[in-house]
């Protein structure tokens, strides 16, 4: 797990990251932003979870924590789409 960033990229947050957008049922992973407090368990970081719907500024996610699905909502930052790229 992350837990500080290089010298270079201390402070900095990508606005591309911040205002990212997601569909209903993007897969996507939970990646912590160090520069930013986290709003959820730290054992969540590492985790991939289904999209479910935008609430406010954040997404409903469902993860499974322990063979029990959970919901969390987190905000665009700190999460990073993942999936299969079309080349078409």
Not at 34 to 60: A, W
Request: glycine share 8%; proline share 2%.
């Amino acid at each position: 797990m992350l837990k500080r960033k290089s010298q270079r990229q201390k402070g900095k947050i990508s606005f591309t990251k911040y205002f990212q957008e997601f569909k209903e049922g993007d897969k996507v992973a939970v990646v912590r932003e160090v520069s930013l407090p986290i709003g959820y368990h730290r054992r969540l970081q590492g985790r991939t979870g289904t999209v479910i719907k935008k609430r406010g500024d954040s997404y409903e996610l469902e993860v499974y924590d322990l063979n029990k699905k959970k919901r969390y909502f987190i905000k665009p930052v700190h999460l990073k789409k993942i999936g299969v790229k079309n080349d078409n």
